[in-house]
Structures are given as C-alpha cells and as structure tokens.
C-alpha cells in the first residue's frame, strides 16, 4: 500500500506570505528535489535579484516577474512521521478560482495573515470559500511577526479575531502559531532563545501544528467512496485506477459501480512500483482488476454494495460563483464531482449574500464573488453524497471552458436515492456469458465489431454516408446495419420528445443497442444528431474500445441551406421548439476520430475517406 499523503492548501490574502512560508518550509524539511534549491538561488542571481523562498513554489516566469502566485502550484512534503500534499493557492481576488482549484482537493488548510494587515477581506471570503468546500480543519499562521513592534500583543488581537472568524464560518481552528516565514522562525525550527523574536510562544510549530492534524482514521471509518479516474490496460488487463477518498478497499470484495448499477469483484490490486497490497485506504492512489471484464469509465464512483454512493440528477447546494459575469436561474452549468462531469441547469436560485460582507443580497442573480443557495439539475443521474456525510465526495466544482468558476457543498435533504428501486430490481441478474464469442464472431465474419458513430447537424449528410458505408460494406459481404434517429424514434424510442432529458435518454437506448451489436461482431452504423458530448461519451462508454465517433462536420449555413426536410425554416419560424442549431446548442466532438466536411467537398470524396477509415480499423 502507498503511504498515504494529506492534502493540505496553503490560502491567505496576496502578499501576506504563503509561497514564502511554504518555500521555507520546504528548504527546512530537505522536501526539494536535488539541486531545486541552488537552481532558484542561481536563477535570482542572474536576475539581480534577492533570494525569494516563494521562487522555489512559483514556478512561473510571469510569477517571478510579478510577485504574485497565479495558479495552484503542487509539491510533496515529508515530515518526519507524516506526507503532505502542499497546494500553493493563489490569494489575489482575480486568481480565486485557482484556490478553489487547490482547495477542492484538500482536506486542511493554512490560513496566512500579515501581522502588520490583520484579517483583510479576503481572509473572509478565503475563510467562507474553505467552509463551502468542506475543508474544516484550519491552522492559521500570523506571518511577518518582525514587522509589528508588539509581537505578542498584535498576535494575540489577531488570534481573537481569527477564532471567531473561523467559528462563524464553521471552520475548526486546529491551532493560530505566530511565525517569520523569511526567517524560518517557528514554521520548522524554534528559536527559543531568550533574545529571539517569538521567545514568549510556548505553543507548537507550523510543523509541529501539521503533524498533529488528525490523521485518516475518521475517513477510514465511513464508507468507501473510491471515484474512477482512468482505465489503464497492461496487455490483457485492465486496471481501474483512482484516488481511495474513504473507506478500504480490499482484494476479494464485491463493489458498486455508480451509477451505471454494475457490480464487480475485485480479483486483485495493483499499487506502484511493485508493492502487492490486500488493501487501500484513504489517501491511497489505488488500482485493481476485476473478475469479469466490465466497461468501466471515468467518472464511475466505487462504493461497497452494502453503503452505496446516492444517485441522482437534482440537488440543492449552497455555492459560490466567481466568473465575470452574473450566474442566473436556469443557465446552463457544467457540473465536476470528483473525476465526473455533468450538464446541468441552475433550477432555483434560492438565495444570495455577499462572501465577504455579513448581509443578504436582495436580486434573483448571483453576482462575481458572491455565495448563493440554489437547487441544480443535471441532465443525467450521478453518484452523489451529503456533504455532512462525506465533506469530500460532498462538494463540487462548476468550470466554463475548462476553468474553475465557483463551487460549494451539496445537501441531498429531501431527496431520494434515485438509485435504490433499480439496485432492488437489479439484485438477483447477472449477466449471461455465450459460448461463442465476439471474438469467434468477428473470425466467421472477417471483420471487427464495432461502432461507427456519425454525429452532426440536421442535413450534414450524415444519413447519405451511412447508407452509402452500409452498401460498400455488404457488397464486400461485411454485417454491418443502420441505427436511423428517424427510424428509431417509430419503435423503441416513440415515447421520446425533443427536450434535453428525452435527448439523452434516446442516445442511451441507441448506445446501448449498437453496443449489442458489435458485441455480436456486427458494424453499427448509427447516425444521429447526438448533440451532446457527454451522451456521446456514454455511448462510447457502452461500445468500448469498438467505438468510433465520426464528425460530420459540414457547416450550419450549408445544411441550413439544404434543409431537407424544412425543419431549419420551421425552427426559424418557432414551430419546432428545441431545435438543434438554432434554439438548442452542438457540443461539436473534441477530439473526434475521424473528421467530414461534406458540405465542402463531393459526397463520393466523403464515402472514400469513411471507407479507407474503416478499412484500416476493422478488417482482421
């Protein structure tokens, strides 16, 4: 078993010290990699520049230029008893969400105050944003003791001050410890002599207060939360790798999976370099392999099927919100919980107030820096906890375009575990190994199974391709067969609409039936709209490694153009309601693997390249 590290962010106002404190803190526990510390005393002196401990964290050229953290730096500390992962957040208001980005990962704080500035606004809102994120245990450091000519009497103001803050935050102040992180004065070392600066402090060290943290017995103590962070194949393995968030997890066990329901037993763990444990707790970076081959993604939450991780796609949460612009009841969000995204929508804002000021904001939006209590919806169930049940798997982060814009803590209060009447009915089924194969299948037929997924606009020729491609493919005596939206939606999916909920759910059905098929070693060709990514990614999830999404990329104003069914016309017109491109978005696929223009070059051109595609991944 690795030995688990303790997550602790460092978080203070600009330019009370933190990246000093924790260079310092670093150089005087020897935690630098060999030569870090010549490299940067080098570097100042090319630079004409005093030595700065905080340039052993900085690692930026526009931080060293500016004096001034930017994004949360990451760095292992080894104490003499104890590993710690040291996150170095940014204080200035315009980086917060770079401090949410550390703090959503931590499990304790150091809070750093200037003694010379006192608890500033942002010490507030730093104060109220760690509450939010469920990181309780708080050691606040008074910094720059050198500057006040009254040490003790300013830092015991400051204590006062800061206790009460920290308790009106719901925050556990584990200990306030006066310090000079220049110097080095108790952040590791006392200097205790009767002429030093802090000679009068008789309580513990900046390490001292860290070592004595609570360790992970409270986490090992609830249930086992485990999220999926990768699959990584190792020849005919599989290994499920992820970060153990509480709980154990032991070789031999049956798990949950959520919330796609699937349970797996553990046939072995896999740790690194070589260890072989017999089991993982918090803190562990775990891997293990199953007895049965499943198809396991990001995302999915471990839990024992005795304590199973809640399900569901509605909750309410008391969040903070720090993009530019104003957040308002039903906007659309991308939701991050552990290693899981979800779309959702703002349902309700219930109520707003300010994160640095006492007082509620009267309006219905939720203002830049502000904290509101809100309900959200997501477009697909996830697996979920209380934050009074778990602080960890409890919270969450919301990102626009890939950054870090707000986050808080969720309440399932008055909520049901969408997952409880599925896992009833789900208790006795087991799934049916056949006697033939797919690999014996797709040797009969001479081909690999698989997925051809083409997504795209309304007349990006999308159902041109797919006719043309199952043609070509039953002349050569391939099986292969066409997934219509069209067709489908007269059968199996005649009970759907056009709301994004309906959407999701008619992807689903359609990944899962071309997931059969191409286990029967068959080429399902399925050709739909699917604007969504992550419905996209779920049914690449179903299909697995068989799975290859084509984008028919052709362009709004050509299939517009073409409309040949007269839907663009009548979505203009506002008699299609929810109509993709106009009134509904396209999330247009990342990183597709194979990419179409056909509305810039002939249709036979765009057969050619599907083909050749085809050719290199699916002939045996």
Not at 235 to 241: E, F, Q, V
Not at 253 to 271: D, F, M, N, R, Y
Not at 503 to 531: C, D, K, Y
Not at 552 to 559: K, M
């Amino acid at each position: 078993m690795t030995k688990a590290l303790t997550p602790v962010v460092f978080a203070g106002h600009v330019d009370h010290g933190k990246s000093t404190l924790i260079g310092r803190l670093l150089a005087d526990t020897n935690s630098l990699a060999d030569g870090r510390l010549e490299e940067v005393i080098a570097s100042c002196k090319r630079r004409g520049v005093e030595f700065e401990p905080a340039f052993l964290m900085d690692a930026m050229q526009a931080e060293r230029d500016q004096g001034v953290t930017i994004d949360a730096a990451r760095i292992l500390l080894k104490s003499g008893t104890r590993q710690f992962r040291i996150i170095d957040a940014p204080g200035h208001e315009s980086f917060l969400r770079h401090m949410v980005s550390g703090a959503a990962e931590a499990s304790a704080a150091v809070l750093v105050v200037d003694s010379s500035e006192g608890v500033r606004e942002q010490t507030r809102r730093h104060a109220m944003l760690l509450g939010l994120l469920g990181v309780v245990r708080i050691i606040v450091v008074v910094n720059k003791m050198d500057r006040v000519r009254e040490p003790q009497p300013v830092f015991d103001r400051i204590s006062a001050e800061l206790k009460t803050l920290m308790a009106d935050a719901g925050l556990e102040t584990h200990a306030v410890i006066p310090a000079v992180a220049r110097s080095g004065e108790m952040v590791v070392r006392r200097d205790g002599e009767k002429g030093s600066l802090l000679a009068w402090w008789a309580g513990p060290t900046l390490l001292d207060a860290m070592e004595g943290l609570p360790d992970e017995a409270e986490a090992i103590e609830r249930p086992l939360r485990m999220p999926v962070q990768d699959v990584l194949k190792e020849g005919d393995r599989r290994i499920i790798i992820g970060r153990v968030e509480s709980g154990k997890l032991s070789e031999g066990e049956t798990v949950l999976l959520s919330p796609s329901g699937q349970t797996a037993k553990i046939a072995g763990l896999v740790a690194w370099p070589d260890d072989a444990p017999t089991a993982f707790g918090p803190g562990d970076a775990a891997g293990f392999v199953t007895e049965s081959r499943l198809f396991i993604d990001r995302g999915e939450v471990i839990s024992a099927v005795s304590s199973p991780a809640r399900e569901g796609n509605q909750f309410d949460a008391r969040l903070f919100w720090l993009a530019d612009h104003a957040l308002r009841q039903g906007d659309a969000v991308h939701v991050r919980l552990g290693t899981a995204d979800a779309l959702g929508e703002v349902l309700k804002v219930h109520k707003v107030s300010d994160a640095g000021r006492e007082g509620v904001v009267a309006q219905d939006e939720i203002p830049t820096g502000s904290i509101a209590d809100v309900t959200l919806r997501l477009r697909r169930p996830v697996a979920l906890d209380d934050y009074r049940d778990d602080p960890v798997t409890g919270r969450f982060v919301l990102v626009e375009k890939g950054v870090i814009c707000g986050g808080g803590r969720i309440s399932l209060e008055g909520y049901q575990d969408q997952g409880a009447a599925r896992r009833a009915k789900a208790s006795h089924i087991h799934y049916f190994a056949s006697a033939v194969t797919r690999a014996d299948r797709e040797q009969r037929t001479g081909h690999r199974g698989g997925v051809i997924w083409l997504t795209g606009l309304s007349g990006s020729g999308k159902s041109t391709l797919a006719n043309a491609l199952e043609l070509a493919l039953h002349r050569r005596g391939w099986s292969s067969c066409i997934l219509d939206g069209d067709n489908l939606r007269h059968g199996l999916n005649a009970d759907l609409g056009f709301s994004p909920d309906d959407r999701t759910e008619n992807i689903r059905r359609v990944g899962e039936v071309a997931a059969l098929f191409a286990q029967a070693g068959m080429i399902a060709i399925s050709a739909f709209i699917s604007p969504y990514r992550e419905d996209r990614d779920r049914a690449r999830a179903a299909a697995g490694e068989g799975f290859h999404e084509v984008h028919v990329s052709t362009s709004l104003a050509v299939c517009e153009e073409r409309d040949p069914k007269g839907l663009y016309q009548k979505a203009r017109d506002g008699v299609i309601k929810e109509f993709t491109g106009i009134s509904a978005p396209y999330e247009p696929p990342e990183s597709p693997n194979l990419e179409i223009d056909a509305g810039s070059q002939p249709i036979e051109i765009c057969v050619e390249q599907l083909l050749d595609y085809v050719d290199r991944n699916f002939r045996l």
